[in-house]
């Protein structure tokens, strides 16, 4: 990839590279994506491409890279917000949530990279792992968790929790219509809060994500 751009009009060309190439990696695969298919929905020249990005493979894993900082961002500003860990677990997961409805590549993008660009993906698991760690050893040490919770295997089985919910009842839902059992949605009665799935299932899963942080703790 070359360097950043200088101008103001270069940021937002090579933006808008990303976020088309994000939607063409997402609907047609890595394998039939193409810069020709990329810079054609961008309405711009294949020599513009080359001025932001060396290769497909390159844009590829920067729009893993824009994806991650997004998500992290979008929780992070969300968690934040709360005193309580347990409050902050709420918020962090609904932002989550409602980032994955509203940017379903997330998943699919993901999914794609364990093949193309594994070490990517690893950056990308690793980082929100790494934040969520510290936040959980910060809630340790303040007495909100319970002492036995080990911070780093309870965040990436918390991850795990939420990415396939999400992946259940938020990406599936989207694609099918309507998570299976259960009816698509009305005017009358959304099947999604603002979490972006179910709100019973939105309330479960914390129940779950609760009850692991706050066994044994102090009360």
């Known amino acids: 990839m070359s360097a950043p751009p200088r101008t103001e009009r270069g940021t937002r ?3 808008r590279l990303l976020a088309v190439a994000t939607d063409v990696f997402a609907e047609r695969g890595y394998h039939d994506a193409s ?4 810079t054609e929905a961008a309405e711009v020249g294949q020599g513009t491409f080359y001025l932001y990005f060396d290769s497909k493979q390159a844009i590829f894993e920067e729009v893993v890279r824009d994806l991650n900082t997004r998500v992290r961002r979008a ?8 005193a309580a ?3 902050a677990e709420r918020a962090g997961f609904r932002a989550f949530f409602r980032f994955t409805a509203e940017n379903p590549a997330l998943y699919r993008i993901m ?6 660009a594994p070490d990517v993906l690893h950056m ?4 929100i792992a790494r934040g969520y760690v510290a936040g959980l050893t910060a809630a340790r040490e303040r007495g909100e968790l319970a002492a036995e919770v080990d911070p780093e295997v309870t965040a990436w089985a918390l991850m795990g929790i939420g990415e396939l919910v999400g992946m259940r009842w938020v990406l599936w839902s989207r694609d099918d219509g309507a998570a299976p059992g ?4 009305s005017a009358s009665a959304p099947a999604a809060s603002d979490a972006g799935l179910p709100p019973d299932v939105f309330e479960a899963t914390m129940r779950l994500v609760e009850r692991t942080l706050s066994q044994g703790a102090p009360r």
């Open 13 to 15: 060309t090579r933006a």
């Open 35 to 38: 810069i020709v298919k990329i």
């Open 75 to 82: 929780m992070f500003e969300a968690s934040s917000r709360q």
């Open 85 to 87: 860990r347990l409050d």
């Open 111 to 116: 999914r794609q990279a364990e093949f193309v």
């Open 124 to 127: 990308h698991y690793e980082t």
């Open 182 to 185: 259960r009816p698509a949605a």
